[in-house]
């Protein structure tokens, strides 16, 4: 057993490493590099951006800044950033919080109504219900999220003006109310495709379980009403796990998209 | 003589299993509509263009903004340089189209090669080509086709290479996943005795019976690459102007929102019903190819 | 040389090596052009400032301020701060003229403050000015200033004409002087925007690069730093102890919102008070201007929008092909569909507000048919596809410019077409900013691009780092002559108006030299640009300036009408 787990984190390190190695690749190589947001500044001249290179030791073979990145990484130096010279962590954990929060509550909400949609349906298989949450939930995969929110953004915001356009809160008025209506569009629209998902993994697997013999037993007996209270605990604990890839691709696409929409904070 | 009926009963299975696979995906209602709906929007994309009295590229500076059915024979308006939305959205269709099967080919065609290659030999170069997948996998697809986005000079070809390069993992993981297990069977086993060679096994023998997913993932793959082209499109990374795609026309589109919302909602709804179409037929594949419905 | 001549001097001021050029491709679409008199005259009789400080304003920005030390590599954005927080020596005010700051009073030959040659300076500096934290203001902070800006290990901004200063002594607490190696007649004006910094503070870091200052400013200016949440917004509070006009408000608020149609949407909705840098967007203007309770205002700016051509392509060496290609663009659909007729047009690279700008250079004039003359004239005749070509050359190049600016690739698009009906084709092929404004720029790989470019910085018309052969990156030189111009007489003229202080005689050198350029045709001007703003009605006090990167220069002097 042991064996196997030291294989197995052997394995996951080796990943990680070609992951630092790709990421890194990445950043230095992409035309401009990290001195391109230097090349912005009005006047910077070809001197003065070698100067800036030299300085921060940008001029160095590219394996030698990997190690040296890599190094300080590892002992928790992440450095300052190249554009306003603050602390990494700092910039990161500031914008931390706001995509938390949309990532939570969109989560919730998706689980929640994902929950409710699939169990219906496959209680209800092959009724109107079901065939609409089908059709809905394909479609809800089809659509470009960024289109999404724009036409959500058209009929709440400007047609309707139900909803504030963007941004965490109103200045001036920090009341848990404006948060939360400032949450409720982008939320909506990031839950949409999770709810999707959601919803399919739970029909599916509500009518593995219910076309089991225990349920039917119970059935037989009488047992009254929602057959949810026996069925959903069994089948938690992988279902969970399976989503889990999709969510994490979901959401990343999904709050590069708030962000833009809706200038949220991070 | 029971032998030889026996023979002939396996001979024969086949081409009833693909029968009762059709029977099963005619069913899926849904999966007909869309196939019906890609049907219609190839046909669109590709004839239309020559048969519609308008031309996608030209400029004319007094019909900007013209609105849908209210502007003569622009029966869905102008953009903001007063060319022809129809028009565009069909030259745009054949784009969008065309790089979402052509990444679709080569996503599919490099994950079966990866993944028949990783789940037949096993061990270390298995392992190792399986983790390279995974490394790439923990990367936000948008994050990496951004970033390699950001490498190449934005042409139709390159772009499409682009997101192949970032749909390839899922199918080599489907298809090693299939390739592994298959391995293991007595047809398999059967045929190394025999002495065939590596590639023949690989390629003739456990491929294609490895078909049925990879069938599914490919459909679902050219939904994804549509998607995908739209993104890049829409953050300025993907096809240039002046050539249309419907990703680059919700592009420009979005600061038209209020003004001019037929900009924005055109393409929008084309790339909605190309994908949904794309998703029901993949649907309708996995239900028809699934083994386990066929034994009920 | 009179006072007046001299103190018109002032107005020479060339960060010109510091060209805003690369402003431009930070601007989304296209703020139009400037007009002179679309100033709205302001409401001052109608409302005095109030005694306290009191209100607050929020600053609509879409680009985020994000270096606070003034001195180090910044973008125009992070201006709009520093003029709150810091002062200079002096700056300019909207009309051009150089008002006294941190100095007593502006150095001229009469009071001494400067030598006929223009070599010697010696400033009186403001008495009983203090910083944020309460420690006085003196001549050591400003030697402080001149040494960190030419100290080799420290990021400057800019050098130019800082490595000139020499023997910069501290004569008393409120004197300062020092020698300048050579005559630079913008000198003045490059010191309209050097803000200075404090000794006491910034000489006790360990180094001035990474310094805690430079995340916690302290300064001179009318608002102290507050807050800054990264990402989202900077408050900035009334000092009480500023030695200047005001503040009349509580706290100024900078808000980033990334994106110009979001910002529009925070502006209807009053979200924001001020709709500042970027501003409103030419496709909003309509829309804009019908709001109520909104100030809209078109104000100038220094920036050309043009296309730059490079020479050193074999397309563009001849002199009929560049204006045959000028006669063949369409501008004024451009400026009235393409910018609903908010720039103006033009065929020079001065703003029309400049005093060097020359207005008898032969205007824009769009005739196809002359052009394709020209072209079979020189011996340009259509090949393939109707591609016009010469000696195995043919006339097809590549446009670029910054991807995401929509209304300025319609614009190429229309050109595209224009030039298609004359037998040239363009290829356009945007990038990212960054990208562009790399090598591909600098070392002139491009073939042409179509950007905004502010040839001058604040009031001084110097260009000589945009067009004298020496400037030329691709060849070794140092400057902004990314076109590859090549032009003696160009150079004389640009050389001799650098190094006189004698405004007449500039004037004169400068007008020829944009003859000889609009001859020349190295690049194809298009309009000049305008600011779109606004402001929430009531807000008094807003004045753009074509002598500022950003209009919050003046904040100090804002209120809400009661």
Redesign the interface.
Known sequence: MSRFLFHRLA?YL??LW??SV??FA?LH????GP??????????????LQ??AH?MGLDRPLPVQYWEWFRRMMVGEWG?SY????PVL??IG??LWPTLELMLSSSVVAVLLGTWVGVLGAIRRYSVFDYLA??GA??A????T???G??F??IF??KLAWL?????Y???DGSFLDYARHLIAPCLVLALVTIAIWSRYMRASMLEVVNQDYVRTARAKGVPGCNCPRCCPARWSPKLCSPG?AW??CF??QS?IAT????W?? | MTEATDIAATVARPSRARSRALARFVRHRLALFGLAAIVVLVLLCAAGPYLWPYNDLRINMRQRFAEPLLAGLHVFGTDELGRDMLARLMMAGRVSLTVGFAAMAISTLVGILVGTLAGYFGGMIGTALMRFVDAVLCFPSIFLLLALAAFVQPTLLSITLVIAATAWMEVARVVEAQIRSLRERDFALASEALGASDAHIMFRELLPNAIAPIVVASTLNVARAILLEAYVSYLGYGIQPPVPSWGNMLNNAQEYLVTAPWLALLPGLLITLAVTGFNFVGDGLRDALDPRLDIS | MTDDQLRDTGHSQTLARRGLSRRQLLAGAGIAAGAAGLLPAPARAQSKPPARPTGHVIIGFSQEPTVFNPLMPHIEVDQGVYWNLFSPLWMADQTGEIVAQLAAEIPTVANGGLSSDGLSWRVKLRPGVTWHDGKPFTAEDVKFSFDLLNNPKFRAWSRTGYELMQDIKVESPTEISWKLSKPFAPFMSILCWTFMVPAHILGKAADPNTAPFNNAPVGTGAFMWKERVPGDHITLAANPHFFGTGPYLEQIIFKYIPDLTVMFTQFQTGAIDYIGLQGITADHYGQAKKLADRNVVVGPAPFIESITLNLSKPQFREREVREALYYGMDNKSIIEQIYYGLPKPTSTYLPTQSWAFNPHVAPHEYDPAKAKAMLDAAGWKPGANGIREKNGVRLSFQNSTTAGNHVREQAQQLLQQNWSDIGVEMKIKNMPPAVIWGDYFNKSQYDSVMIGEDFMTGPDPDVSPYFLSTAIPAKGGSGQNTMEYVNPEVDKLLQAGATTFDRAARQKDYWQAAELIRHDLPQLPIFQYATVEGTRKGLIGYAPSVYVSVNTWNVNTWYWAS
């Open positions: 394995q080796v990943l070609l992951v790709i990421g990445v190589l992409a035309p401009g001195l391109a947001q230097f090349t912005l500044i009005p006047g910077m001249t070809a001197e003065q100067v800036i300085q300052r554009r306003d010279s603050q700092y910039v500031a914008h089908t059709i394909m479609v995969l089809s659509i470009p960024f289109w999404f724009l036409v953004i058209y915001s400007v504030p356009p963007g941004n965490l109103t200045i001036g890839r994490a691709a990343s696409i590069a833009i929409r809706w200038s904070g991070s």
